[in-house]
């Protein structure tokens, strides 16, 4: 009987979980399978599929003499670092900027916060355009007003890159600190009581107890941020076309111009399979991290 019962749940289970399987696997794991196979020909996207050649990890060995993708992979691993050390310390300092102090309006800062989250990317970065205009743009008015001559945001080399950083920073910040707030409500209000019978004060509080109480939150947020910055590819598109002299053009962008503009469908895949890779690499290093920490903590 107990057996029949078990038997009659696993089904149920299956029957419950086959739909969602079954979208996984036609939009998920059928897509990434058949990337992977055209990755191994030599295929022009102009032409019909019977005309691919094999080539094996030919494409893939390619990639590693390729100036193109190799600048493409530094440009991209840049634009993941300035991210990352910028969006998640502004997340965390917000997040408890909002969360502790007793002030009215918070819960208005939270959401004007999270509302550049919300709206579409194409829309912020036409805005964006016109406010890194080098001649009538708000931002470079500004500066002239102050005596300060405006480098050339979107088109000069050396300005390109960081201005995009700081459009992905004002867009997601928002986000991250929604999250953070979340972690925060998840800390007991009896921890920060018996820091302060102990003579704690803000900044002990902070370091010694927030932060740490945190370590999940944040692993998460590096996670999240880390992967939504190697697949920027909407204000790239936009605003810069991967210039100017290639100082924009990201791994996203490379894939996309190599397909669709350049009908090179094999490299393209290679690319895309390798992207997939970096992005498996960093999620296993992080939830690692975060494993090791916390079987540490358990041990202590």
């Known amino acids: 009987m107990t057996v029949a019962r078990g038997h009659a749940r696993r089904g149920a289970a299956i029957a419950f979980l086959s739909p969602a399987m079954a979208v996984i696997v036609l939009f998920v794991a059928v897509p990434i399978a058949l990337t992977f196979w055209i990755s191994l020909h030599d295929w022009s996207m102009y032409t019909p599929l019977t005309q691919m050649t094999?080539?094996?990890?030919?494409n893939y060995a390619d990639l590693l003499h390729s100036d193109d993708f190799l600048n493409a992979l530094g440009n991209t691993l840049v634009y993941v670092v300035l991210v990352l050390v910028t969006t998640v310390p502004l997340a965390l300092a917000l997040g408890m900027l909002l969360y502790f102090p007793k002030t009215a309006g918070k819960a208005v800062a939270r959401a004007?916060?999270?509302?550049?989250?919300?709206i579409p990317t194409v829309a912020i970065a036409i805005v964006w355009g016109a406010l890194y205009a080098p001649d009538y743009g708000p931002i470079s008015q500004a500066l002239g007003a102050l005596g300060i001559d405006s480098p050339a945001w979107l088109s000069d080399p050396g300005t390109a890159l960081f201005s995009l950083?700081?459009?992905?920073?004002?867009?997601m910040t928002g986000y991250y600190t929604i999250l953070v707030i979340a972690g925060l409500t998840q800390i007991p209000d009896d921890v920060y009581e018996a820091a302060r019978i102990d003579g704690a004060g803000f900044w002990r509080q902070t370091f010694s107890v927030t932060l740490p109480l945190l370590r999940r939150t944040t692993t998460f947020i590096v996670l999240i941020a880390a992967i939504n910055a190697i697949q920027v590819f909407d204000p790239v598109y936009i605003l810069t076309q991967g210039g100017p002299a290639e100082s924009t053009t990201v791994l996203s962008y490379a894939i996309q111009r190599a397909a669709f503009q350049n009908g090179m469908a094999g490299q393209a895949s290679a690319m895309a399979f390798s992207l997939l890779l970096v992005l498996v690499a960093v999620t296993g290093v992080v939830l690692a991290a975060m494993r090791r920490r916390t079987a540490a903590e358990g041990r202590s």
């Open 112 to 118: 004007a916060l999270f509302s550049t989250y919300v």
């Open 54 to 58: 094999w080539r094996g990890l030919g």
């Open 165 to 171: 950083v700081i459009f992905h920073v004002w867009q």
